[in-house]
Every structure is written in C-alpha cells, then in structure tokens.
C-alpha cells in the first residue's frame, strides 16, 4: 500500500472517529445541544459523514484489491 492510500485512509478512519464522538456528545451532552436545535438532522449530518467516509474506506479496499 502506498504511503498516500495509508494516509487518506487513515484520514477517512479519522472522520468516523470525529462524527462517532459528535453523536454521543449531542446524545449524551447538553453542552453540545446549545447550537444545534434540531438534534435529529445535527445527528443524521454525523451519519452522512461517517457512511460517506465508509464508502470511501470500501472502495480502497476494492482498489488494493485489483492492484
């Protein structure tokens, strides 16, 4: 694997991480509530990050498979 392929995924990992610890603070953290008045759609956008950065995470996986 490329050092550029180990770096984005490791950067799209990282996105999941983020959007992961963004859902529990506004399920668990009034604090994280203040700006976000729609908590539903604030938690769906974290959930777009996470599935559209899995995507990615499976189409690496199917590229260093056909390499």
């Not at 908590?39 to 590229?63: G, M, P, T, W, Y």
Request: no cysteine.
């Amino acid at each position: 694997m490329s050092n550029l392929i180990n770096a984005l995924r490791l950067k799209l990992e990282g996105e999941v991480a983020v959007a992961k610890a963004n859902i529990e603070v506004y399920m668990t953290s009034s604090v994280g509530i203040g700006e976000h008045p729609d908590l539903v759609a604030a938690i769906e956008s974290q959930f777009d990050v996470i599935a559209n950065a899995r995507d990615k995470l499976d189409a690496i996986d199917e590229f260093e498979k056909d390499e």
